[in-house]
């Protein structure tokens, strides 16, 4: 059993001064510009503790919005001096990622950039995410946006996490912690007197257990997506209607795909002259007009309705398919903060009740 | 190499290139003649035909173009575009002697050996020519291996026609067949060519001389790269004469950035270009998403 003991309430947050101390980098729900962001902290006073999701996902930690990819420089007597960066990264630990998040980042975004199916391994997020310790913390109140249970998740979910925190609904809460594989146990080690051991660990596991099935039950965006993948598949369905008429009203900002915990896409950029510089690897966005733009000016997809749609695929075909893990953890970052209110849950359910009302009249 | 947890190399970052020799093909094609720089790199490269690489000036960025050569010539790999975007533009200001970035080979090759005792028939356009004719230069090297060759290659002008110095070579031999053609209104005074768009000519020319020389259409393979319209209209040409979609190969040149599957860009619908292309045959291409 991964049941380690539990944390008294009060205490969790005491995590990141204790881990402060030992010079860990800790990652943490933080108030920037009044919005709640994961952000990096040194005390637990700057932790945000009544939070649900932050704004952001804690993505950026393992894969930079940017990152220098090498500098050059020419040489005197003619070519280049090329100079990778040091790939030391420090220890870091994420406290209180949810569970979409850590699915999200440690095992979808991890299989793009592992490349266990295609070859062609990308070590500087896999060296980043090894000094990365995931400490989930359950939810107990999932919003109106939040779908993670019908992506195949839920809010105890354990995918991509080394140690999860749940908190009982018991008369007298406590933070059950279990630790789910050595980097996990190895942190509630460190814990040391913070994580007590005076409660059966039967007792708590089952509580545990209790506290995330009642959390589940709170879920009110839950949808059938069985079909949807099918519709998906079938070319044929590649121009239906929908695709134009939920997203004419997109205006291209990208915040869907910023705010997504799976969302891998990036653009490699040269910063300089050609005396000397940096080459970056820069977030970028399936959602941006020159995304797909050749320098012939052929455009694959000239409406930003296609733009959506390929989002849209992607989160439910092209991430299954390609790199056979979900391309949606149902955090519902894009649902909440769309300045248009463009819904994926939307396009989910209504490819998946075409597909099948389709096979009816079959 | 820096030496971490992972311990690989860090996947985009490029090898150094020098350029031997740029060959001026038109106006704004130009064909860089590369070697590795360091003599471990240069000992240690190898590609498939087909292939393509990331080609980067320092400074501006990179692009992707097709390896333009034929794996078998052991003492420099080619690359050829033309001048149309920043790094392209950038990149073809360089000279003899200038050093480049180049990552790669990455990508698919073509299947020589399906093609044995085939009669082949290429269609190219404009700056997708180098795709088919690094393919046409491998295929020459042991050229009783395949049945007839029939290169059908055009550009909206005479000027606009690259690798001319190499065309009059493969029309000489005899053994092939070499039909250039410009786009109407391209043609100038003293034209010897034909005067029409790719999939008109591979239409009046093809049949013909599959008809005299060829071993049935059963037999046949049809090769072609070119601007999105021309494929489009080569796949229903070769479709009338009789081609399965099955025999007709296309390369897909796509947009992309990191060339190994991660930077999202080269999807087609479910299908990223850069890991299970760039060749694929055109059923492979119908049964995907409209996206390209």
Request: hydrophobic letters at 35%.
């Given at each position: 059993m991964?049941v380690?003991g539990y944390?008294?309430?009060?205490?969790v947050?005491e995590?990141?001064d204790?881990?402060a101390g030992q010079?860990?980098?800790?990652?943490?729900?933080?108030?920037?510009e009044g919005?709640c962001?994961f952000?990096?902290v040194?005390?637990s006073k700057?932790?945000v503790?009544d939070?649900?999701l932050?704004?952001?996902?804690?993505?950026?930690?393992?894969?930079?919005k940017?990152?220098?990819?090498?500098?050059y420089i020419?040489?005197p007597?003619?070519g280049y001096?090329v100079?990778?960066?040091?790939r030391?990264?420090?220890?870091t630990?994420?406290?209180?990622s949810r569970p979409c998040?850590a699915?999200?980042?440690?095992v979808s975004?991890k299989?793009v950039?592992s490349?266990?199916k295609?070859?062609h391994?990308?070590p500087t997020f896999?060296d980043?995410?090894?000094a990365?310790?995931i400490?989930t913390i359950s939810?107990?109140?999932?919003?109106?946006s939040?779908?993670?249970t019908?992506?195949?998740l839920?809010?105890?979910?354990?995918?991509?996490?080394?140690?999860l925190?749940?908190?009982t609904e018991t008369?007298?809460?406590?933070f059950?912690?279990e630790?789910?594989?050595?980097?996990g146990?190895?942190?509630?080690?460190?814990?040391?007197?913070?994580?007590?051991?005076?409660h059966?660990?039967?007792?708590?596991?089952l509580?545990?257990r209790?506290a995330?099935?009642?959390?589940?039950?709170?879920?009110?965006?839950?949808?059938d997506i069985?079909?949807?993948k099918e519709?998906l598949d079938?070319p044929?369905n590649?121009?239906?209607?929908?695709?134009?008429?939920l997203?004419?009203?997109c205006i291209s900002?990208g915040v869907?795909?910023?705010e997504?915990?799976?969302?891998?896409?990036?653009?490699l950029?040269d910063?300089?002259?050609a005396?000397?510089?940096e080459?970056?690897?820069?977030w970028?966005?399936?959602?941006?007009?020159?995304?797909?733009?050749h320098a012939?000016?052929?455009?694959?997809?000239?409406?930003?309705?296609?733009?959506?749609?390929?989002r849209?695929?992607?989160k439910f075909?092209?991430?299954e398919d390609?790199?056979?893990?979900l391309g949606c953890?149902?955090?519902?970052r894009c649902?909440?903060?769309c300045p248009?209110h463009?819904?994926i849950?939307?396009?989910?359910?209504q490819a998946?009740a075409?597909?099948?009302?389709?096979?009816?009249?079959v | 190499?820096?030496?971490?947890?992972?311990?690989t190399?860090?996947l985009?970052?490029?090898?150094?290139?020098?350029?031997?020799?740029?060959?001026?093909?038109t106006?704004?094609?130009v064909?860089?003649?590369?070697?590795?720089?360091?003599?471990g790199?240069?000992?240690a490269?190898?590609?498939?035909?087909?292939?393509f690489?990331e080609?980067s000036?320092?400074?501006?960025?990179e692009?992707t173009?097709?390896?333009s050569s034929?794996?078998?010539?052991?003492d420099h790999?080619?690359?050829?575009?033309?001048?149309?975007?920043l790094?392209?533009k950038?990149?073809a200001?360089l000279?003899?002697?200038?050093v480049?970035?180049?990552?790669?080979?990455?990508?698919?090759s073509?299947d020589l050996k399906?093609?044995e005792?085939k009669?082949?028939?290429?269609?190219?356009g404009?700056?997708g020519?180098p795709?088919?004719?690094?393919l046409?230069?491998?295929?020459l090297?042991e050229r009783?291996r395949?049945?007839?060759?029939?290169?059908?290659?055009?550009a909206?002008t005479?000027?606009?026609?690259?690798?001319q110095?190499?065309?009059?070579?493969?029309?000489?031999?005899?053994d092939?067949h070499?039909i250039?053609?410009v786009?109407?209104?391209?043609e100038p005074d003293?034209w010897d060519?034909e005067?029409?768009?790719?999939?008109?000519?591979?239409?009046?020319?093809v049949?013909?001389i599959l008809e005299r020389?060829?071993?049935g259409?059963a037999?046949a393979?049809?090769?072609t790269c070119?601007p999105?319209?021309?494929t489009k209209f080569?796949?229903?040409?070769l479709?009338?004469?009789g081609?399965?979609?099955g025999?007709?190969?296309?390369?897909?040149?796509?947009?992309m950035?990191?060339?190994?599957?991660?930077c999202?860009r080269?999807?087609?619908?479910?299908?990223y270009?850069?890991?299970?292309g760039p060749?694929f045959?055109?059923?492979q291409?119908?049964?995907?998403?409209?996206?390209?």
């Amino acid at each position: 059993m991964s049941v380690r003991g539990y944390i008294r309430p009060e205490s969790v947050w005491e995590i990141v001064d204790r881990l402060a101390g030992q010079g860990v980098r800790v990652v943490a729900p933080t108030r920037v510009e009044g919005t709640c962001m994961f952000g990096e902290v040194t005390s637990s006073k700057e932790v945000v503790t009544d939070y649900l999701l932050p704004q952001n996902t804690f993505k950026e930690f393992v894969f930079p919005k940017e990152e220098k990819v090498l500098t050059y420089i020419r040489r005197p007597e003619g070519g280049y001096a090329v100079t990778e960066p040091p790939r030391a990264y420090p220890e870091t630990v994420v406290l209180g990622s949810r569970p979409c998040d850590a699915a999200g980042i440690a095992v979808s975004l991890k299989s793009v950039f592992s490349g266990e199916k295609w070859g062609h391994e990308d070590p500087t997020f896999l060296d980043r995410l090894a000094a990365t310790t995931i400490v989930t913390i359950s939810c107990d109140k999932p919003d109106l946006s939040c779908f993670c249970t019908t992506m195949g998740l839920g809010p105890d979910d354990r995918s991509g996490s080394d140690v999860l925190l749940t908190r009982t609904e018991t008369e007298d809460p406590v933070f059950v912690v279990e630790a789910l594989n050595d980097k996990g146990v190895a942190f509630v080690e460190r814990l040391g007197p913070l994580v007590r051991t005076d409660h059966e660990s039967r007792y708590l596991y089952l509580m545990r257990r209790e506290a995330g099935d009642a959390a589940r039950e709170r879920f009110v965006r839950v949808f059938d997506i069985e079909r949807v993948k099918e519709f998906l598949d079938d070319p044929s369905n590649f121009d239906d209607e929908l695709y134009a008429r939920l997203g004419t009203k997109c205006i291209s900002c990208g915040v869907c795909t910023f705010e997504c915990p799976t969302c891998h896409c990036f653009d490699l950029k040269d910063v300089g002259t050609a005396e000397s510089g940096e080459r970056l690897k820069v977030w970028d966005s399936c959602q941006f007009p020159d995304f797909t733009l050749h320098a012939t000016g052929h455009q694959p997809r000239p409406h930003q309705w296609e733009r959506y749609r390929n989002r849209f695929l992607c989160k439910f075909k092209i991430y299954e398919d390609t790199f056979e893990t979900l391309g949606c953890t149902g955090c519902g970052r894009c649902v909440r903060d769309c300045p248009v209110h463009v819904d994926i849950t939307t396009y989910a359910m209504q490819a998946g009740a075409k597909q099948r009302r389709l096979l009816e009249i079959v | 190499m820096t030496q971490t947890a992972t311990g690989t190399a860090n996947l985009y970052v490029p090898k150094l290139a020098r350029i031997r020799k740029v060959v001026r093909e038109t106006h704004d094609v130009v064909t860089f003649q590369l070697e590795l720089v360091d003599e471990g790199d240069r000992k240690a490269f190898s590609y498939k035909v087909g292939q393509f690489g990331e080609f980067s000036q320092f400074g501006v960025g990179e692009s992707t173009f097709n390896i333009s050569s034929s794996p078998t010539w052991k003492d420099h790999f080619e690359c050829c575009f033309r001048a149309v975007g920043l790094v392209t533009k950038a990149l073809a200001r360089l000279k003899e002697g200038d050093v480049i970035g180049f990552r790669g080979p990455y990508g698919n090759s073509y299947d020589l050996k399906a093609m044995e005792g085939k009669d082949l028939v290429f269609a190219a356009g404009g700056i997708g020519f180098p795709p088919i004719r690094c393919l046409i230069w491998n295929l020459l090297e042991e050229r009783d291996r395949y049945g007839a060759i029939i290169v059908v290659h055009g550009a909206r002008t005479a000027g606009d026609l690259i690798y001319q110095r190499e065309m009059q070579g493969w029309a000489d031999r005899g053994d092939m067949h070499v039909i250039k053609t410009v786009d109407p209104g391209g043609e100038p005074d003293g034209w010897d060519g034909e005067v029409g768009f790719v999939p008109t000519v591979l239409e009046e020319h093809v049949p013909w001389i599959l008809e005299r020389e060829g071993r049935g259409l059963a037999n046949a393979m049809a090769f072609t790269c070119g601007p999105p319209i021309m494929t489009k209209f080569v796949i229903d040409a070769l479709t009338r004469m009789g081609f399965g979609l099955g025999q007709i190969v296309l390369t897909l040149e796509n947009k992309m950035k990191c060339a190994v599957g991660k930077c999202g860009r080269c999807n087609i619908g479910g299908t990223y270009v850069c890991l299970e292309g760039p060749i694929f045959t055109a059923d492979q291409v119908a049964a995907m998403h409209d996206d390209a």
